[in-house]
C-alpha cells in the first residue's frame, strides 16, 4: 500500500506492530490498521513455525513482515519496525505502535492525528498520541490544556509518535525486553517536556492478560456479595514485573520520588494478590525473587535460562 492509497492525513502514518507466537487475532490487527495508514510493519520476534500461517496472512493483506532471528523483546521488535520504516522511500512523519492483539476503530488513526493537530494549535509540544480510553484499563486521563485532554503512562500499543520525537528521546529501551518498555518511554517524554495527549472518541479494542477466578475450599472467594474475579500476567511476566520496576526506579526514582513509590506499591500489591490466590505460588515467588535480585544486579534483555526452568518445575 502506498501514500496515495489512503487519506492525506493519515498517509504520514506508519504502523509497527509486534508480535510473538501470534494467535490469529494479529491478522484482525492488521486488518484494522491496513486501510488507514501509509504502510504496516509486522516484525516477527522469533516466533515458532506454527505461528508461520499468521504471517501469511498478513502478508496478504499488504503487510510487510520483518523476522527477528531471536527472541528479543518488544521494544526491539518496535525499533526493528522503526529502522524499517526510516529506510521507506517516503519515511512516515509519525509511526503508530500496536501490539498483535490490539483492534483499531475505523477512524481511529484519523482521530489520533487531529488530536496531535489540535494540540499543537493549542501550544502544545506533543510527544504522543494514546487511545482516550483502553478495554479494561481505568482511565489515563491527567488533565485538560486549553481544551485538549492529557494523558499519563499510556500503553505502548495505539501510541502514534512523531518521528521527530524519537529522534529527540531515543528508541525504545531494549534491555527491558517486555514490561515498563511504554512507561520508560513515557518517563523520558516527561523529563523532555512532552505531553501525551489522548485522542478523543477512540477506544482500543486489547487483551489484557487473563481472567482468574479464585476458590476456596472449591467455592469461589466472594467480596461483598460478589465473585471475586482477578487480571494476572502470564506467569513469566513475574520475573520482567519484577526486575523492571527495579530499574525504573534506578533512572527515575530520585526525580519522581512519590510517583516511584506508588508505583512499587501497587505492583507489590498485585503480586501479593498472584501470590495469595492464584496457582502455582512458589513459581511466582521464586519469579519475583530472581527478577528483583537481576534488577539489583542490572542485568537486562531476555530472563537467562537458570530462570527459565523455573517455569517448568
Known amino acids: ?9 493519515t498517509a504520514r502514518v506508519v504502523a509497527i506492530i509486534s508480535a510473538f507466537n501470534p494467535s490469529s487475532t494479529l491478522v484482525d490487527a492488521c ?4 486501510g488507514q495508514v501509509a504502510g504496516v510493519v509486522v516484525v516477527d520476534d522469533a516466533s515458532t513455525e506454527k505461528a508461520q500461517d499468521h504471517f501469511e496472512a498478513c502478508r496478504a493483506l499488504g503487510c510487510e513482515v520483518e523476522s527477528l532471528e531471536t527472541n528479543s523483546g518488544i521494544a526491539a521488535a518496535l525499533n526493528r519496525g522503526l529502522e524499517r520504516a526510516r529506510a521507506l522511500p517516503s519515511p512516515p512523519e509519525f509511526i503508530l505502535t500496536l501490539d498483535q492483539d490490539s483492534v483499531l476503530q475505523p477512524d481511529y488513526v484519523r482521530r ?8 499543537r494549535a493549542a501550544g502544545l509540544e506533543v510527544g504522543a498520541v494514546a487511545p482516550y480510553s483502553v478495554e479494561g484499563l481505568p482511565s ?5 490544556v486549553g481544551g485538549v485532554v492529557l494523558g499519563v503512562e499510556p500503553i505502548q500499543s495505539g501510541l502514534l509518535i512523531p518521528m521527530s520525537v524519537i529522534d529527540e528521546v531515543g528508541p525504545f529501551r531494549e534491555e527491558l525486553f517486555i514490561d515498563a518498555v511504554d512507561t520508560e ?3 523520558r517524554l516527561r523529563d523532555s517536556g512532552l505531553a501525551v495527549v489522548l485522542a478523543p ?3 482500543l479494542a486489547h487483551a489484557l492478560g487473563s481472567r482468574y477466578s479464585p476458590t476456596l475450599f472449591g467455592r469461589p472467594v466472594r467480596f461483598r456479595g460478589r465473585s471475586v474475579s482477578i487480571v494476572r500476567s502470564s506467569t513469566f511476566r513475574y520475573y520482567y514485573i519484577a526486575r523492571n520496576r527495579v530499574v525504573l526506579n534506578r533512572l527515575f526514582g530520585a526525580r519522581y520520588r512519590r510517583w516511584a513509590v506508588r508505583e512499587t506499591l501497587l505492583d507489590l500489591r498485585h503480586v501479593i494478590i498472584v501470590l495469595c490466590l492464584v496457582p502455582g505460588r512458589m513459581r511466582h515467588l521464586r519469579l519475583v525473587v530472581a527478577g528483583w535480585k537481576a534488577g539489583v544486579r542490572g542485568q537486562g534483555g531476555r530472563m537467562p535460562a537458570s ?3 523455573i517455569l517448568h518445575r
Not at 500500500?1 to 492525513?9: F, K, L, N
Not at 486488518?31 to 491496513?34: L, Y
Not at 489515563?140 to 485538560?144: A, F, P, S
Open 201 to 203: 472518541g477512540t477506544l
Open 307 to 309: 530462570v527459565e526452568r
Open 112 to 119: 489520533a492525528i487531529d488530536a496531535f493537530e489540535s494540540a
Open 31 to 34: 486488518r484494522s490498521v491496513v
Open 1 to 9: 500500500m502506498t501514500a496515495a492509497d489512503v487519506p492525506a492525513a
Open 185 to 187: 518511554f513515557f518517563m
Open 140 to 144: 489515563r486521563v491527567d488533565k485538560q
